[in-house]
């Protein structure tokens, strides 16, 4: 026979202030271990995690006296009001499945109300690495795979020989920040303690240029909390035939200084400045394309283009080149790569 807790509807919930929630609990749903935090303001959510797995699953309520719903719809958890810093409920997958009992105890005082943002809540699950999880994809028949572990994001090229090795040796480095974890963890915080969520910033690694004979693979990222202003990207070029890391810029007698694998600039060599601003049309009001520091690269079989981050100012710039229009600004090392640059 189900106890009248298990029982108990909607309709016949306690009323309590949300206040009385906020901070961190643990107990049990049904028999297994978790954690639970609850944020001080209903619409700052909450989150829960099964000590066992330590990965946050956001709790939301639509209103006041609502259940919670779990991110993805995978549970409902209706509440009684805590009573002496106990707090009972229970969970079902759904509003007609059989509910399994909720049993927690709150941590600490009431007066605490750190809720999700909490070295309480947030200790644990910083403690282990964060969850990893690995995609097979494929770019134009060619087979990677990619492996997101928090701000760690590592593209790797199927199969064997020295060339591949070092090529996902290089991708490997490039994939690993020493700051890059800390801010994983401080972006998750501070998304745990303004909705119960686990937003952090966005990171591709992927390849935007394939042939038999180069490989180019573009880092992005998107700065959580910054809006446009925290998009930034750019792209990194290897010998297929060599596994050497390859400056495209070199081709034209300049180097791209990096700040980190997603960004940097460009001084504009002075041969080809000057031959750059006699190609480029510059509309009333926009600065002159040499005065840019940085550019969007990219390289085929049939020449180069050249871009400016779009802004939305109405200035930006993309400018194709062929490789012959571009013979006379190449070095020696332009001209001795233009061979395999025209290669499928």
């Known amino acids: 026979m189900r106890s009248p807790l ?11 202030a949300h206040a009385d929630l906020a901070g961190v609990w643990k ?31 956001q709790l939301t309520q639509s209103q006041a006296g609502e259940p919670w719903v779990e991110e993805g719809k995978t549970g409902i958890w209706r509440l009684e ?13 759904s509003q007609d499945s059989q509910p399994t009992p909720l049993h927690l105890e709150r941590i600490g005082t009431r007066s605490n109300t750190d809720g999700c943002a909490s070295d309480a809540y947030n200790t644990p699950i910083e403690a282990v690495p964060p969850a990893a999880k690995t995609e097979k994809k494929t770019f134009n028949d060619h087979p990677y795979q990619v492996k997101t572990q928090g701000a760690q994001v590592t593209l790797k090229l199927e199969g064997d020989g020295p060339v591949v090795t070092k090529i996902n040796k290089d991708l490997a480095r490039l994939a690993i920040s020493p700051e890059g974890q800390k801010d994983f963890y401080r972006e ?7 909705s119960g969520g686990t937003s952090t910033s966005e990171i591709l690694v992927e390849p935007t240029y394939w042939s038999s004979q180069w490989i180019t693979v573009r880092f992005y990222r998107w700065t959580a909390g910054y809006g446009s202003n925290g998009i930034s990207w750019s792209r990194h070029t290897w010998n297929l035939q060599t596994g050497e890391s390859v400056d495209p810029w070199s081709w034209l007698d300049g180097r791209y200084e990096w700040s980190d694998p997603y960004s940097g600039n460009i001084k504009l060599p002075a041969k080809f ?3 750059l601003a006699k190609q480029a049309t510059v509309e009333e009001g926009c600065p002159a394309i040499t005065r840019y520091s940085d550019f969007d690269l990219t390289f085929d079989t049939q020449g180069m283009k050249l871009s400016t981050f779009a802004t939305g100012d109405g200035c930006d710039n993309e400018l ?10 190449l070095t020696a090392k332009g001209k001795a790569a233009l061979p395999s640059l025209k290669v499928p």
Do not use: E, H
């Open 273 to 275: 400045s000057t031959w």
């Open 6 to 16: 298990l029982l108990v509807s909607l309709a016949t919930l306690s009323s309590f």
């Open 27 to 57: 107990g049990t749903l049904g028999k297994a271990p978790i954690t639970v935090c609850f944020n001080a303001q209903p619409d700052q959510g909450a989150s829960y995690y099964y000590q066992r797995f330590l990965t946050p699953i």
């Open 320 to 329: 194709d080149f062929t490789w012959d229009q571009l013979q006379p600004m």
């Open 188 to 194: 998750r915080r501070n998304s745990l303690g303004n």
């Open 81 to 93: 009001a805590p009573q002496d810093d106990v707090l009972a409920g229970a969970w079902s997958k």
